[in-house]
């Protein structure tokens, strides 16, 4: 029978690693515990905490380091165990004791709770760089693990080197909050290739295609990653293009009544009134200082007022990339955020005007995105943005030379680049031209749309 290990030494290894603000390696550990354990059993012991949640594993083989979970809630998280060990692993987020009481509150029936109306003294409560709704060193702790390589580089690099996996992760996540039924790898094919997955609705392809479009819309150009009514609009104009009942709603301040799935919740009614609220909450969050907190300003009050008949929340995680992204700091692309307990903050929100729920919720979403973007550097290559910036151009270029029965030199790559190539990256498209020109072979041709024995012919007579 195995041997049972202590409560006590499981936390003695949390407070170890709580002491530890950048994480610990298991070599380090060791040393800490003086050899009193062997390397497999501390291991074990690991392994046990992180799929409880109560601790956090960063990075990969050698450069793995275990953090505190939540370590942005220190201090926050007083109750955790009490409060999360009868959660199985990935079905919720650790919860402080504030954040478990509005819980217990969003989940009894709804009619046990009171029908409650839009609160103007919620917002009037709040004074930009006065209030705080995430603690000062709760704000330190997510800029700590939010910060980027591309820290001192001009607003949106950052967002821009990671673009081709940000368009996937946030575009997954995001629907997936929303009930989309597409995979991960369904999306990304989606995205890539333009194949749309077997059995799936126009409604969610379109929905995953119009994520694209809108991250798109804030990362290419810098100049759009600025916090104004314009930029909300037009977020919501891409999100809900060919979602809406009335295609004229699109990017339009709405002018009916509109109701809260599964909430007692009643947003204003009055389209004058909501158009002067939606003008007020954006400018408060443009007077933010800080863009953690104004990130997390955004993901309440724009949920809270309900501006738009449809789609406000996936506007709320949109706009709230859009301080991240000018900063430089990891986006937040709401991977592995379980969808009930994102349902149960926003209704918090909304008949309670509590935001710790929510909070608990967005740490565990930015812990999650920074482990992502941030502690796995190895996957952050800026060469993948150019190829897919100029997949289509790439494929154009080996697919003319081949069929043309030219040789594959640096001249005719250079005659064939097209004009969508910028001036600017001319250089870096032949020479990424030629790199796919010598890893090119009869079996991966089909990637350019060449028939094995096209290329063959080619091959022999170019390269016998």
């Known amino acids: 029978m195995p041997k049972v290990t202590p409560q006590a030494e499981f936390v003695r290894l949390q407070e170890l690693i709580a002491k530890h603000p950048n994480g610990i390696a298991i070599e380090a550990l060791m040393g ?16 046990m905490l992180v799929e409880r949640g109560q601790i956090q594993m960063v990075g990969n083989a050698r450069a793995v380091r275990y953090h505190s979970v939540s370590r942005a809630l220190k201090g926050l998280l007083k109750e955790e165990t009490d409060q999360t060990e009868h959660v199985p692993p990935g079905t919720y987020v650790p919860l402080s004791p504030e954040a478990g009481r509005i819980k217990a509150y969003v989940c009894q029936p709804r009619h046990l709770r009171s029908p409650v109306g839009y609160q103007l003294k919620f917002l009037e409560q709040y004074h930009p760089n006065q209030t705080q709704y995430l603690p000062q060193d709760l704000c330190a702790q997510l800029h700590a693990i939010g910060r ?11 967002a821009r ?58 990362v290419r150009d810098p100049l759009r990653a600025n916090l104004s009514v314009d930029t909300v609009i037009a977020l919501h104009a891409l999100l809900s293009d060919g979602l809406m009942a009335d295609p ?111 909070r608990d919720v967005f740490v565990f979403a930015y812990e999650r995105s920074c482990q992502q973007y941030v502690a796995v550097k190895q996957n952050l290559v ?13 494929s154009e270029v080996v697919a ?26 001319i250089e870096h498209f032949i020479e990424l031209t030629m790199a796919e020109f010598k890893a090119l072979h009869a079996g991966n041709a089909v990637r350019f749309g060449l028939r094995p024995l096209e290329f063959s012919a080619w091959q022999g007579k170019h390269y016998s």
Not at 148 to 158: L, N, Y
Not at 415 to 422: D, E, H, K, Q
């Open 248 to 358: 004229a709603a699109c990017g339009r301040i709405r002018s009916r009544a509109v109701e809260i799935g599964g909430s007692v919740y009643l947003p204003v009614t009055l389209p004058q009134r909501l158009e002067e609220l939606f003008g007020i909450v954006i400018q408060m969050a443009s007077e933010i200082n800080d863009p953690i907190e104004q990130a997390f300003f955004l993901m309440v009050h724009l949920p809270y007022l309900q501006p738009f008949e449809d789609v406000n929340k996936r506007v709320s995680r949109l706009a709230a990339n859009v301080p991240l992204i000018r900063h430089n700091l990891c986006p937040l692309s709401f991977i592995d955020v379980p969808q009930q307990a994102y349902v149960d903050a926003m209704i918090g929100v909304y008949e309670l005007n509590q935001v710790e729920l929510l």
């Open 148 to 158: 980027s390589p591309a820290e001192q580089t001009p607003a949106g690099t950052f």
């Open 382 to 394: 800026p060469p993948d943005i150019f190829r897919l910036r100029y997949r289509r151009a790439l």
């Open 161 to 218: 080197n990671i673009l081709n996996r940000l368009l996937i992760d946030l575009s997954w996540a995001s629907s997936r909050l929303e009930g989309n039924t597409y995979s991960r790898l369904d999306t990304e094919r989606l995205i890539a290739f333009g194949q749309a997955a077997e059995g799936k609705d126009a409604f969610e392809t379109q929905m995953i295609l119009n994520h694209k479009d809108a991250i798109e819309y804030l």
């Open 32 to 47: 800490a515990l003086n050899g009193n354990v062997q390397r497999r059993s501390l291991q074990r012991r690991l392994a």
């Open 400 to 425: 003319a030379i081949v069929r043309n029965d030219e040789p594959a030199t640096e001249l005719s790559v250079r005659a064939r680049t097209p004009a969508s190539v910028a001036v600017v990256d």
